[in-house]
């Protein structure tokens, strides 16, 4: 009895040996040269594979990130410390990884925008808003102010101020892009931090119309694209920026009537109290 | 003339998923794509053939002389997780596509049950070394087939109007009913 088991014991012994010796041969000959950044990249992430980012989970956005396509501040789980942390590891490439921001392309808050004259009674949803009347305002290309974004956010960037328009907190936000897909209205874009020159309008009416809905909106007269060689293009009554051939000095924003063209405002103090405020009360709770 | 019969048995007749319903898993889990099944079924025939092999020589060179039978389903379990791990390893040299398509399913080939089920049929059948490894690449092809047929009949019915609360895995489970239904149609033809 004795006998058998030793034998046992021996046998099962050797051909664990013999086995893992083979696979550690197999593992030497057949390794994949990874960059160990990508495992690196991949401990640093929540693991959760939710799919958050885009890719086909957290090893699929490390992948992404050491090969350039993904941001590293992709992870909307993460958040900033995780994107903080893989900027570190992949060196903050400050040329290749221009931090994305979004950018809300609308002016048109509750004094700028004209309403109808009938009141939008419902959930304060955008979503809800574009599918039942188009919210309040006449412009059907502009904000809802229903705040669909700032629920999107997970940061906390968003905030709706007193005009009943969205800004974002450059501080807090991480470009993850979740506002972008959250906005009905597509006047949500990312764009390149250092981008600071847009079109603050989508409107796509005819210049009467609107002119009559907002008075902040792109009337589609053309005349900052007549004057920038190219730089900006007239496309269904509303001014694009062409930014890979855009040169701000060229373009005339004192002529703009509206203003709906121009520099980003950089004053958002007002703005930034709030979630201090928001926090400080929180603990008082 | 009996080795060709072990292989139509075990690739047909005796059709490890459709008549035995062994390896159901990566059966309904990789059948999405017709590419990626037939992958799979290389992968699972390669391990068969290979498991065939090595478990026939442990069991009648180790396991009999010593008169360790009763550690069969260990040796055999440890046999099949070391090539599962060689092949996810050979899988992830060649073919990064495929071994990102296959996912989570390779590594799953461990615990296939396909697999061990052969190396368990073949000592109660006791075959020889040769019948063994027909048997094993037999098994490996009746399962590539079942896993093929299964994800061709899928990739149309993604295009058929399927009512929705069928759609999915429940339509899948049905198709998977029917096709063994139509396999039965082989059963007893062989009797090895």
């Known amino acids: 009895m004795d006998a058998t088991l030793l034998i046992a014991i021996a046998t099962m012994g050797g051909l664990g040996f013999i086995f893992a010796g083979g696979l550690a041969i197999a593992d030497k000959k057949l390794r994949v040269f990874e960059d160990p950044k990508i495992a690196q990249i ?19 956005f490390a992948v992404n990130v050491v090969s350039g396509k993904a941001l590293v501040t992709g992870c909307p789980v993460g ?207 | 003339m009996e080795l060709i019969l072990i292989f139509f048995s075990a690739a047909i007749v005796n059709n490890f998923v459709l008549a035995y319903f062994l390896g159901i898993c990566p059966f309904i889990g990789v059948s999405g794509k017709i590419t990626s099944a037939f992958s799979m079924g290389m992968a699972t025939t ?39 791990q060689f092949v996810e390893m050979f899988v992830k040299k060649v073919s990064q596509p495929l071994y990102r398509a296959l996912g989570i399913f390779l590594p799953l080939i461990t615990t296939n049950c396909a697999i061990l089920g052969l190396a368990l049929f073949m000592v109660l059948k006791d075959y020889s070394f040769i019948q063994g490894v027909v048997y094993g690449v037999g098994a490996g092809a009746g399962f590539t087939l079942a896993i093929t047929v299964m994800a061709g009949i899928r990739e149309e019915l993604d295009l058929a109007d399927v009512p929705k609360p069928f759609k999915g895995v429940p339509i899948t489970l049905i198709v998977a009913g029917l096709l063994a239904l139509a396999f039965m149609g082989f059963s007893g033809l062989i009797s090895i």
């Open chain 1, 42 to 60: 991949n401990e640093l992430l929540p693991g959760a594979n939710c799919g958050g980012c885009g890719y086909a989970g957290c090893y699929d």
């Open chain 1, 79 to 285: 958040g900033e410390d995780c994107a903080h942390d893989i900027a570190g590891l992949m060196g903050v490439d400050a040329g290749a990884s221009i931090k994305m921001l979004p950018r809300i392309l609308c002016r048109g808050g509750n004094s700028e925008a004209v309403k109808k004259m009938v009141e939008y009674y419902g959930p304060l949803s955008c979503s809800a808003m574009a599918i039942v009347s188009g919210g309040e305002k006449q412009c059907y290309y502009g904000c809802l102010g229903g705040g669909d974004c700032v629920e999107a956010c997970p940061f906390n960037a968003i905030v709706m101020n007193e005009n009943g328009l969205p800004e974002v907190i450059e501080e807090l936000c991480t470009g993850c892009g979740n506002c972008v897909k959250a906005c009905p209205r597509n006047i949500i874009e990312m764009h390149p931090v250092d981008r600071q020159v847009f079109v603050f309008c989508k409107n796509q009416d005819d210049p009467k119309k609107a002119k009559e809905v907002c008075s902040v909106s792109c009337m589609g007269c053309g005349i900052c694209a007549r004057k920038s060689d190219g730089g900006v293009v007239m496309e269904n009554n509303l001014a694009v920026i062409n930014y890979a051939q855009f040169d701000p000095e060229k373009i005339p924003f004192d002529k703009c009537k509206t203003g709906a063209i121009g520099y980003i405002d950089q004053n958002e103090k007002i703005a930034i109290e709030i979630p201090i405020d928001e926090s400080t009360s929180m603990e008082k709770n």
């Open chain 2, 46 to 84: 390669f391990v068969m053939t290979i498991t065939a092999i090595v478990t026939w020589l442990i069991y009648h060179l180790l396991l009999v002389p010593f008169q360790l039978e009763f550690l069969q389903y260990v040796s055999f379990i440890l046999v099949i997780a070391s090539l599962v």
